[in-house]
């Protein structure tokens, strides 16, 4: 029992200097200059989109696929135009949505399903919702529905500009 008692107590001893290493670590980071701090931050990972031409209205039509690749042709997606103002929609009614089709859990192909207007996966059969922003709305997937950032000129020429969220399978969305 001396025997148990002792050991307790050195491991104990050893907890309290292991704190007080800890503890001189931290105040040393506090210590630091401001501008050694900022030189030991990690880098934003800012990503420049392009702004690619994806189609014209006129070639939309109401609540059917219009398929796409942005931010490059090894990125399928899909146009779609919803016929009532929606979140993240762009063009003169506000209805016209794009999302990445690769899924965000494994990177299956998604198929839409022009009743309910959702993307789903054949894989583990999450599915988003195209009138609320590619919401997760059943499933696997740890993330919503990476959506596309439309403009719409006065010609009707549909531009994608950027993405909401990572693409499946990338470290960035621009490579
Ligand atoms: Fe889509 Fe698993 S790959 S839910």
């Not at 979140?87 to 998604?110: R, Y």
Request: hydrophobic share 40%; net charge negative; proline share 7%.
């Amino acid at each position: 029992m001396d025997r148990c008692n002792k050991l307790v107590d050195v491991g104990r001893r050893q907890f309290l200097r292991g704190g007080a290493f800890a503890a001189a670590g931290m105040a040393t980071a506090v210590a630091m200059p401001a501008q050694a701090q900022t030189k030991a931050a990690p880098g934003l990972a800012l990503v420049e989109y392009p702004s690619n031409k994806l189609a014209n209205i006129a070639d939309l039509k109401p609540n059917e696929p219009f398929d796409v690749g942005y931010p490059d042709e090894n990125a399928p997606g899909v146009l779609l135009k919803l016929g009532m103002k929606v979140e993240g929609g762009a063009g003169p009614d506000g209805d016209i949505v794009g999302f990445s089709t690769i899924c965000p859990h494994k990177g299956f192909p998604l198929n839409y399903n022009a009743e309910d207007r959702t993307l789903n996966c054949p894989g583990h059969y999450s599915r988003f919702d195209c009138e609320a922003g590619g919401q997760q709305i059943w499933g696997q997937a740890t993330q919503n529905l990476p959506q596309y950032l439309l403009r719409v000129d006065d010609k009707g020429d549909v531009f994608a500009e950027g993405l909401d969220e990572l693409i499946y399978g990338r470290l960035s969305n621009v490579l």
